[in-house]
């Protein structure tokens, strides 16, 4: 009886050991992913900095990760970046697919340092290039007539122009990159048109 009230005992000890094991890797490796879905933007879009960001290594070594741009946001379009990504946490960034800037530009006047400059004109924010895919645009590949990026563009018929049945079309010299457009588009698996940036979100 001693024998086997000791073998259950070992047993039990083993099993808590174990348990208690793979509950420390599971939060240790969830806490070091970044979440799947930002991860895959970040690969496939860029890094999309508020308007008037200086270059990148630049804009790295002025940031003060003071968070007045992101406060300036009234749309809350400005974002900061978090821990999992080392020496870019704290600096501000936008995902236009969900909340796109709008070009306010009062993110270059409360920079304190320079990393943003202030603009006087929307037409002045390089922060990336609207790339419309025809294979899902509706308007392109003729399951419907939409215009909804081309309405929202604050510089249309300049970046975006319209053809046959509102074919969308983009100027890359006069985009800006707010993603207006791409926060509109009416598509729902995919958005039709993206903004990509040069920025990329791992050196």
């Known amino acids: ?52 960001s200086i270059e990148e290594s ?9 968070q007045r741009c992101e406060e300036s946001c009234k749309k809350r379009a400005i974002r900061l970046i978090g821990p999992d990504l080392g020496h870019l946490e704290g600096t501000p960034h936008i995902l236009p697919e969900e909340t796109a800037c709008d070009l306010c530009l009062e993110c270059g006047k409360s920079c304190p340092t320079g990393a943003i400059l202030p603009l006087e004109m929307i037409g002045e924010a390089r922060m990336g290039v609207a790339i419309v895919d025809e294979q899902l645009c509706v308007s392109h590949n003729g399951t419907g007539i939409c215009g909804a990026c081309f309405t929202a563009c604050p510089l249309k018929g300049r970046a975006i122009r319209q053809g046959f049945t509102n074919r969308p079309s983009v100027d890359a010299q006069l985009c800006v990159g707010c993603g207006l457009c791409e926060e509109a588009c009416i598509v729902d698996r995919d958005k039709a048109i993206r903004v990509h940036a040069s920025r990329r979100w791992l050196a």
């Not at 630049?58 to 003071?66: G, M």
């Open 58 to 66: 630049s804009f790295l070594s002025q940031c003060i990760r003071c």
């Open 1 to 52: 009886m001693k024998r086997r009230t000791f073998l259950q005992k070992s047993a039990a000890t083993a099993f808590t050991l174990v348990a208690s094991s793979s509950v420390v890797w599971t939060l240790s490796s969830t806490n070091s992913v970044p979440p799947r879905r930002v991860t895959r933007q970040m690969h496939r879009l860029g890094l999309i900095r508020p308007p008037g």
